[in-house]
Structures are given as C-alpha cells and as structure tokens.
C-alpha cells in the first residue's frame, strides 16, 4: 500500500501536528495498539438472535406491507413514504443476501422485475432514491454477480434485471441534474420526469450521490453517470465564496442550484451535511487512483474537526462530541445521526494508515455509546446538547441544561431535546467499525446491549417500531413506523458483528472488497477487481 502510504506522506506538516494533538487528545499515553490484524470473534448464537428478529420483521413486512414502502407494525398496515415501488424489499435485499436468507432473497428477486420506476404518484427524492433504491440493487447486484455468484445463475433474467432496472431508475432520476451548474434539484416528480423548481440544494444531497451513481457507470460502462454526479460534487470538493467554508473542509450546508455559490456556512457532522464527509473517504476506498482529491478533503476536515470542533460536556469530561456550527460560532449538541462519524473517522484511520484517527473515531464511539447507557430504555435519543467545558458558561452559544433534565446531565453528560428513535443506525453502525478495527469484545458487547434494548422496547405486532421518547418507560409509546433502514442497516451491522468473517466485512488490513454507501448497502470497490481479478461480470467460473 505504498500509494496510500506516499500520498498520505505528502500532506502538510500541520496535519501531523493536528494528529499528535487528536493522540494527545485521546486516551493519553496509552500505547496505540497496532490496527491491522484484530483477531475476531464470531459469536453464531447472537447472530443466529439477530437473523430472527430479521426473519420476524420481514414476514410482518411481507405479510401486511409488501409491495408498499414501509411496516406500520402496530396497526399491521403500510405507509408509501417512497414512492410506493418497495422501499423495505429492497432496502432488505442485501442484507437478506449477507444472511443467506434464501427464502426471502427469492422473494425479493422476483419482485424487482416488476417494479415500475416510472411511475409514482409522490415527489420523488433524488438522495432518499438514490442511497435506498440505487444503493439497495447495485449492491444486490454487486453481491450476486461477486461472492455470492455460486449460489445463482447470475446470467439469467433475473440477475440482469437488477442492473436494468438500477438503470432504468438513473435514466428518470438524471434530469434533476439539468440545472445551469449541474448541481441537482433533490426535488422531482416522474411520469414524466421533471424538476420541481428548487432553487437550492443541501450539502448532503448533493454529495452523497457519488458512490452509487459512479458504480452505476462502472457497471454498465455507460460514463454519463458518474460524471454527472461528480460534477456536481466539485462545487462541494471547491467550496465558494469564504462563507462556504467557515473551516478549512468544513462547509456550510445550502448551496444555489444556478450560481453554484453556497448560501450559507451553518454545519456540522449532522443531518443535512453528514454523508457527505462520510463519502469523501468512501470514494477513496472504492478507487484510490481516481479519488484521491476526496481524500484530500476529507482529511482537511478530519484535521480541522479535530482542532476545532472537539468538546467536552462540563459534567463528563471524559466524553468527546464534535460541535455543530454556525460560520465560525460553535453550537453544542448532536445527535443520533452524527453517531456515525466514529466509525467514519475509524474507517479513515485504516484506510490511511493513521492511527490516531483510529484512536479519537474510537472516543467518538463510546461517547455515542454514552447516550444509549444514560437513558431509561437503552436507547440513544434523536437530538441531545451539553454544555462545552472550556466555553465561559454565561456564553450565549453555551447554555446549561432546562430544569428538569439536570439530572440527566449531571449523570450523562448530555441532555435530551428530541427524545425520539426512529430504528436508527449510526450507533450500532459505529460499533461495528470500532470492533472491525480492534476486534476487542467490549464493542459486541455493546452491540448486543443496543439490540436487546430494541427488541425489548420497539418489538410490537408484526414487527419493530419506532419511539416516541427513549427516556421514558417502554419508549413513551410506539409511533406505529418501521422505516426501511431497519432492514438495511441496524439489521445488517448487528449481524455483522457477531458473524463470520467474509467477502464484504470491514477488513483492518487495506484488503476491503466492499464499501458500505450510507444506507449500508456493501458496494464492490472498483480496485478490489483490479487487484484480485478474480470476478468477473457476466463470466463463467474461473
Ligand atoms: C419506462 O419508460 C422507458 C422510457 O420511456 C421505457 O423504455 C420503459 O419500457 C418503461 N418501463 C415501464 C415498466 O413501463
Ligand atoms: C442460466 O440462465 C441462462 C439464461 O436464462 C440459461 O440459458 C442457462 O441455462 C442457466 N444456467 C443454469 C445452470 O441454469
Ligand atoms: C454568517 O456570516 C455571514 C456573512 O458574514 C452573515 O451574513 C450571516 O448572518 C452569518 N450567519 C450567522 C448565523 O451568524
Ligand atoms: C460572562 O462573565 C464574565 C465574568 O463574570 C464577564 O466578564 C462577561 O462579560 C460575561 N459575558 C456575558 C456574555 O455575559
Ligand atoms: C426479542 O424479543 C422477542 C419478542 O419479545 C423474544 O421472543 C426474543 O427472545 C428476544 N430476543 C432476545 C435475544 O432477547
């Protein structure tokens, strides 16, 4: 790995100070422990426990949703919050195929012929479609035609209809990018297909595109996706005017669809923004030779988070959460989406053999960790704040908990201000990155203490639903919704943790045959075939 080895040589000195800073700021002078060969510990009971309560919210699905969207899981009815074409089939398929849930995989197969991406009678979002539609069959796509291609015929009808119909949905999507600076509307409606009219587009919108739509060109060999996506992303990778980038890498969050200006420089690793950094370092691993300028960026604003944007709550010094901002003003909360930069700034680490990126994604998870194991049910709010430590106290940007949440804080470090949980990921998901880097138990611990406490307090009627407020007894109550991601991604990385190693895990040793999009959906890496040569698309076996 002498290409990472020598790119990540040449960045500025600052950087490397910035990184003695992160090893300072992280567990002290504790010895950095060597991230490259972590030896695993498949647990096939907790497995076998996750794959259940995967089973348990697919037949609920099937049974009382299918082919709608989305599981209303106490009242056993359906929402078509997608657009009606099955968000949770196809959001489940490649977890199904991980699992080797053969039953369930063939259910989904023959449906994804006829899904009609033409039509819908809702406005269609170009991010949600993208990450969940695109994302869910490319990788369905990827996994078949890849390790899994032994267990079907991957020439036949079926298996080309997976790519055909990612296609055919890219063909609809495609015209919201037909704006003066080729940055997309996110708002659309099909049939035919036509812009809404935005005059403005958010950061992680626009930048979590790039992935799917550049694999998606890969694989057909047709170039008119990726280059529609990533021209899109140079307004993001080439921020203007200052105000776009109140830190170096770290942008604001609006950016105008006919003057390619951003609108304003309120950010953060949140909601709105967060996937776009979380890209930035993916499209590196997909293809070190055509993406190190997403490096390069996503370096800048690991180091500039790093100097800037730690803090630490006035009651539990020990924990480590990375402020929002607005232009150069720091806010102090967060919130369960956030809950993915650890492992983000894990799988950074590894990528670029630095450790000590390891070393603070690794505090940024267990500081996640802390909002699940302060609140009553186990479970992780939707938004929290604190109040910063080295902030004087009377600061306007720094306020102290309400009343009746002190206690709270005192004992947690954080104060809740959203206490809901939608079946989301990011908690779980940074867990498994910081057990893929050390392979230490205590993350598999905490996985499993994350998964009882949602099968104990979202399990209802057919299937999982989301909370009203975690901090209350049984969640405050069910909302009566099972969004889709609970198939793709918690029911992936909870499994993932405790199964056998294969083709798609995270790997510590720079040998990852598959990138995970932010939806978790695993993507074949573009050099892992360069590298290895041994599959081949549409090919016998070799
Ligand atoms: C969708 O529209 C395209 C382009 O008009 C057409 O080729 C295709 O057959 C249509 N698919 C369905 C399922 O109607
Ligand atoms: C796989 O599918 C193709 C196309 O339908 C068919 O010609 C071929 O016989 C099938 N192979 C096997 C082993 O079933
Ligand atoms: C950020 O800076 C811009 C330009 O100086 C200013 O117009 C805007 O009001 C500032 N926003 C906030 C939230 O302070
Ligand atoms: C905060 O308190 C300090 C010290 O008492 C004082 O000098 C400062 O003006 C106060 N700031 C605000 C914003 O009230
Ligand atoms: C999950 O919840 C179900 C239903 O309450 C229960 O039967 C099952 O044992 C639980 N799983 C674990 C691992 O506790």
Known sequence: MHILRGAAALLAASHSVVLAAAAEASASDQKLPPYRYPKYHPDPKRA??????????????????????????????????????GASAVDAFS???????????????????????NQTESEVSLFETTIRYLGGLLSAYDLITGPLQRYFNYTDHQTRAILHQARCLADNLKVAFDTPTGIPDNNLFFGPPRKKGSTSNGVATIGTL????????????????????????????????????????????SVNLDTGLFENGAGGWGGGTDSFYEYLIKMYLYDCHRFGHYRDRWVLAADSSIRYLISHP????????????????????????????????????????????????????????ATYAGTLTGIGPELFQWQDSTTPLNATNNPGPPGEQKRLYDRAG???????????PEVIESFYYAYRATGEKKYQEWAWEAFLAVNATCRVGSGYSSLADVNKLEGGGWTDFQESFW????????????????PWQVRADHENQFVFNTEAHPIRIAGGRERYGIWGYGRGDI
């Open 48 to 85: 076998n426990a996750v794959r259940q309560a995967f089973r348990l919210s697919w037949d609920g699905y099937y049974k009382h949703a299918f082919p709608h969207d989305s599981l209303r899981p106490v009242s056993n009815s359906y929402e078509d919050d997608r657009n009606g074409w």
């Open 414 to 424: 954080f104060w809740i201000t959203n206490g809901g949980y939608q079946l989301r």
């Open 314 to 369: 006035t009651t539990r010094p020990d924990l480590t959460f990375l402020a929002m901002w607005r232009n150069r003003t720091l806010h102090y909360f967060s919130e369960h989406l956030a809950c993915f930069n650890g492992g983000n700034f894990i799988l950074g680490g590894l990528t670029l053999d630095e450790p000590a990126y390891v070393q603070f994604g690794l505090d940024l998870v267990s500081s996640c960790y």
């Open 95 to 117: 977890t199904a195929l991980i699992m080797g849930e053969y039953k369930i995989i063939d259910q989904i197969l023959r449906y994804i012929p006829h899904i009609n991406f």
């Open 487 to 502: 198939f793709a991604e918690v029911m992936k990385y909870t499994y993932l943790i405790f199964a056998e190693d294969a």
């Open 210 to 253: 790039v992935l799917e739509w550049t694999r998606l060109s890969d694989l057909t060999g047709d170039p008119q996706y990726a280059k529609l996506s990533q021209k899109a992303e140079r307004y993001l990778l080439h921020p203007r005017p200052a105000l776009g980038e109140p830190f170096p890498g770290l942008l604001g969050s």
